[in-house]
């Protein structure tokens, strides 16, 4: 099955018109409707499970320090992803004034998370919306990225931070190839302090921009800093528990079915409890995840070469990113259902950008993640499980790969026939940053 087949039917535009084609472009402005819509959607897919997973045990405490007014305490307390709360903060407050309770607290804070998913949605909808693709399309664009989060479990895990970083990570693609680094540099890395893993999505973001990437890095890192600053100086003994790089090094003894790894498993018995367990190889937790991050250097540079041999185009670091980030959950021997979303958000904006049909590909992973971690996971043993999913992962690992380098197509034909959006347009289309 062809996942990502490409289906390039763009109708033509003059690039010596394309100014002249910008007042039939819809601002901002007049599409306010469909902005309050896609809110109130995200709102109530959000709120509709009160589940709260990891969040009472991870961030609670720190954030019922927070709202007793201990700032002190929460900065010095919080997990690695303390950041991503500051976005949280103003709905968290909100909640717990009108007497929500702490789950209230966690779903308030959760919205605010989602919040970013749906500027990714609002975003993907206009550059669709000024590249003529039909309504239908644009729903499923829409849908795809509404449900992604609901369907992997991001906040009923007590992860919504996940949505967010991953979101960011898109929008910082999105923004860099409309040639907004400035943009791009701060959604870059308000996705790094919310969740580590999203230094994967430099090279993409640099690779993308076709131009003022020093002052994407920039901005990134000044953004980056001044978000992990307030938990690092309430550190000063030590800052392990906040920096973001601290916690690249090692991955969790916990060793999950559902990762490339598992045929490594070595199977260790409680002796308190007489359960069995799994664990895997001291190398693969002591490397995992150093090898996801420089997993990202190797394959950045092919990309490069590739983009400067004209067999793919910028917009494909979105591609790339999705290539990446699904690597990361495969790759982590703590792989969990909602790992896989940030890899969808990339790819449900790649396919948008260069496929005139629904994103399958996206469709299609969110829908075989859910059956392997949902479905099966309470029907099947470990080895049967792990093997149900690399049955499909490891395969849609290599279409990622074909779709990060070979792009949508022919390089050079596409060069003749796709349509150019000036610099105009870039800055009045809906899709702009």
């Known amino acids: 099955m062809r996942l990502w087949a490409s289906t390039s039917r763009v109708s033509h535009v003059n690039p010596r018109h394309a100014d002249a084609d910008t007042s039939s472009v819809p601002r901002h402005a007049e599409r306010w409707p469909l902005a309050l819509l896609l809110l109130a959607a995200t709102a109530l897919l959000t709120l509709a499970d009160t589940a709260t997973g990891d969040y009472g045990i991870e961030l609670r405490p720190t954030v019922d320090q927070l709202l007793s007014g201990h700032v002190q305490s929460f900065f010095a307390a919080s997990p690695i992803y303390g950041p991503s709360v500051l976005p949280r903060v103003p709905l968290m407050f909100a909640a717990d004034a009108l007497g929500a309770g702490w ?6 804070g959760a919205v605010a998370c989602m919040v970013a998913v749906t500027a990714l949605a609002y975003l993907l909808d206009g550059r669709l919306s000024a590249l003529g693709r039909s309504r239908g399309v644009r729903v499923a664009v ?9 369907l992997t479990r991001a906040a009923p895990m007590g992860h919504p931070e996940e949505a967010l ?6 929008i910082a693609v999105l923004a860099a190839l409309s040639g907004h680094s400035g943009w791009a540099g701060v959604a870059l890395g308000a996705a790094v302090a919310a969740k580590p893993w999203a230094v994967v999505a430099i090279l993409p973001a640099l690779l993308a921009a076709e131009g003022g990437r020093v002052r994407l890095l920039l901005t990134a890192a000044a953004t980056t800093a001044g978000a992990e600053l307030p938990f690092l100086l309430a550190q000063p003994s030590g800052t392990a528990g906040s920096s973001s790089v601290a916690r690249l090094s090692t991955a969790p003894h916990y060793f999950h079915p559902t990762q490339l790894f598992w045929p490594l498993r070595e199977a260790i018995v409680d002796p308190v409890t007489g359960a069995t367990g799994y664990r895997g190889p001291a190398l693969v937790q002591q490397y995992s995840h150093p090898a996801i991050v420089l997993l990202a250097l190797p394959l950045s540079a092919v990309f490069a070469l590739r983009l400067r041999a004209g067999h793919v185009e910028r917009r494909d670091a979105l591609a790339l990113l ?3 980030l699904f690597a990361r959950g495969l790759l982590d021997p703590w792989n969990t259902i909602y790992y896989v979303l940030p890899a969808v958000l990339a790819l449900v904006s790649w396919e948008a950008l260069t496929r005139d049909g629904l994103p399958i590909g996206a469709m299609a992973i969110t829908g075989l993640t859910y059956v392997s971690f949902v479905t099966l996971a309470g029907r099947l043993g470990a080895d049967a499980l792990a093997a149900a999913y ?11 790969g074909r779709a ?4 949508a197509g022919d390089g050079a034909r596409r060069r003749v026939s796709q349509p150019r959006i000036s610099a105009t347009a870039s800055s009045t289309s809906p899709g702009a940053i």
Not at 103 to 108: E, F, P
Not at 142 to 150: D, K, M, R, S
């Open 103 to 108: 789950v209230g607290v966690y779903l308030a």
């Open 142 to 150: 829409i849908l795809t990225c509404l449900l992604a989060p609901v």
């Open 165 to 170: 970083a991953g979101a960011l990570c898109a």
């Open 322 to 324: 999705a290539l990446l």
């Open 390 to 400: 690399l049955a499909w992962a490891i395969p849609a690992l290599v279409l990622l």
């Open 404 to 407: 990060a380098f070979a792009g």
